[in-house]
Nanobody
Framework: VQLVESGGGLVQLGGSLRLSCAAS????????MSWYCQDPGKERELVAT????????NYVDSVKGRFTISRDNAKNTVYLQMNSLKPEDTAVYYC?????????WGQGTQVTVSS
């Protein structure tokens, strides 16, 4: 299993970013996918989840209405569209999948929101 995130960067308050996570090594279309974030010194926390076909999504309350998780099973890629960004969204963002009882992580992509 390999997960490779991209799309992070430095953005101003109120700006937007789209994160991508390219997956390989497993049948992507069979698995739900998630995005997590982690600040230094804090635990990694769930941001959003999408089911295998994309028919259902869930978000942490702090990002509802601002972030959108989506997937393209033909491209083996999951996305996180981040709008109306706030300084408190600053973190390393990871995509993740649970396969055969084990959770896999990508290397993460840094998102920094300046005020």
């Amino acid at each position: 299993v390999q997960l490779v995130e991209s799309g992070g960067g430095l953005v101003q308050l109120g700006g937007s970013l789209r994160l991508s996570c390219a997956a390989s090594g497993f049948t992507f279309s069979n698995y739900a996918m998630s995005w997590y974030c982690q600040d230094p010194g804090k635990e990694r926390e769930l941001v959003a989840t999408i089911t295998w076909a994309g028919g259902s999504t869930n978000y942490v309350d702090s990002v509802k209405g601002r972030f959108t998780i989506s997937r393209d099973n033909a491209k083996n890629t999951v996305y996180l569209q981040m709008n109306s960004l706030k300084p408190e969204d600053t973190a390393v963002y990871y995509c993740s999948v649970i396969r055969s009882g084990r959770r896999y992580w990508g290397q993460g992509t840094q998102v920094t929101v300046s005020s």
